[in-house]
C-alpha cells in the first residue's frame, strides 16, 4: 500500500514537472513569434482605451527571443500562426468595441456644450451691445 501511494506521488510530481516544461515551452513559442510584439501592442492599447493610460510603456518587449525550433510545443506552428492571427483581431475588435461608446459620449458632450453656448449667446446680451430698451429719436 505504501508503494503505491509513493509510486501515485512521484508520478503526480512527474505529471507536474511535465506540465510545467509544457507551459514554458508554450511561452517561449508564443513569446518569439512573429506577431507577438503586435499582441502586445493591441492589448496595451485596449487597456489605454480602457482608462488605464498609466501603463508603463517600458514594460513593452522590444527585443524579440530567438525562435527555439527544435523544441516542439502544444501547437504546431500553423495553429499558433491561426491563433496569434485570431488574438490579435480580437483584440482590435475589442479596442474598436471599448472606444465606440466613449466616442459616442464625447461626441454628445460636445453636442451639449455647443447648445450651451448658443443658449447663452442668444439670452444674455454682451455688455458691448445696448439692451433693446433705448427709445428711437422720433418718439
Same mark, same amino acid.
Given at each position: 500500500?505504501? /508503494?503505491?501511494?509513493?509510486?501515485?506521488?512521484?508520478?503526480?510530481?512527474? /505529471?507536474?514537472?511535465?506540465?510545467?516544461?509544457?507551459?514554458?515551452?508554450?511561452?517561449?513559442?508564443?513569446?518569439?513569434?512573429?506577431?507577438?510584439?503586435?499582441?502586445?501592442?493591441?492589448?496595451?492599447?485596449?487597456?489605454?482605451?480602457?482608462?488605464?493610460?498609466?501603463?508603463?510603456? /517600458?514594460?513593452?518587449?522590444?527585443?524579440?527571443?530567438?525562435?527555439?525550433?527544435?523544441?516542439?510545443?502544444?501547437?504546431?506552428?500553423?495553429?499558433?500562426?491561426?491563433?496569434?492571427?485570431?488574438?490579435?483581431?480580437?483584440?482590435?475588435?475589442?479596442?474598436?468595441?471599448?472606444?465606440?461608446?466613449?466616442?459616442? @459620449?464625447?461626441?454628445?458632450?460636445?453636442?451639449?456644450? @455647443?447648445?450651451?453656448?448658443?443658449?447663452?449667446?442668444?439670452?444674455?446680451?454682451?455688455?458691448?451691445?445696448?439692451?433693446?430698451?433705448?427709445?428711437?429719436?422720433?418718439?
Amino acid at each position: 500500500m505504501e /508503494n503505491a501511494d509513493q509510486r501515485k506521488k512521484y508520478t503526480d510530481q512527474e /505529471n507536474k514537472e511535465e506540465e510545467q516544461e509544457d507551459d514554458e515551452t508554450l511561452k517561449k513559442r508564443i513569446s518569439s513569434h512573429p506577431l507577438y510584439q503586435q499582441l502586445v501592442e493591441a492589448h496595451l492599447e485596449c487597456l489605454e482605451v480602457g482608462g488605464l493610460e498609466k501603463i508603463n510603456r /517600458n514594460q513593452r518587449i522590444d527585443e524579440k527571443q530567438p525562435i527555439n525550433k527544435s523544441s516542439l510545443g502544444m501547437f504546431s506552428q500553423s495553429d499558433l500562426d491561426l491563433f496569434m492571427e485570431a488574438y490579435c483581431l480580437a483584440l482590435g475588435k475589442l479596442k474598436e468595441a471599448i472606444e465606440e461608446p466613449q466616442q459616442e @459620449s464625447m461626441d454628445f458632450i460636445d453636442n451639449m456644450h @455647443s447648445q450651451l453656448k448658443e443658449l447663452t449667446k442668444t439670452t444674455h446680451p454682451t455688455p458691448a451691445e445696448p439692451a433693446s430698451t433705448t427709445r428711437s429719436s422720433g418718439d
